[in-house]
């Protein structure tokens, strides 16, 4: 099992930017793919962003591509989400995931592991 700890949400203008981390322990080295989702009240977890953890293969939701950049460092075995020129509709709890295999990265249920979800929200 993979634990996933996101961090970095917060208040933000319109226009400005923040960056999401997620922290992964446990069992890092199953991690295949790690996904961006994000659920705003009363809409369903929506896909935002994935990175495979080996190569340079990276997967956007058309909402916020040119927008939003996730990397990653192997090392920290870290994820991260940085946020450019957010908008209102960006206001949503982010949540970070896993997957051990190659699947569809946009689907919810294709991810074993998931953290507990950081709070962000933008103002106009």
């Known amino acids: 099992q993979v634990q996933l700890v996101e961090s970095g949400g917060g208040l933000v203008q319109a226009g400005g930017s923040l960056r999401l981390s997620c922290a992964a322990s446990g069992r890092t080295y199953s991690i295949y793919a790690s996904g961006w989702f994000r659920q705003a009240p009363g809409k369903e977890r929506e896909f935002v962003a994935a990175i495979r953890w080996r190569g340079v293969v990276t997967y956007y939701a058309d909402s916020v591509k040119g927008r939003f950049t996730i990397s990653r460092d192997n090392a920290k075995n870290t994820v991260y989400l940085q946020m450019n020129s957010l908008k209102p509709e960006d206001t949503a709890v982010y949540y970070c995931?896993?997957?051990?295999?190659?699947?569809?990265?946009?689907?919810?249920?294709?991810?074993?592991?998931w953290g507990q979800g950081t709070q962000v929200t933008v103002s106009s």
């Open positions: 995931a896993s997957t051990p295999r190659y699947s569809d990265y946009t689907r919810v249920d294709e991810y074993d592991d």
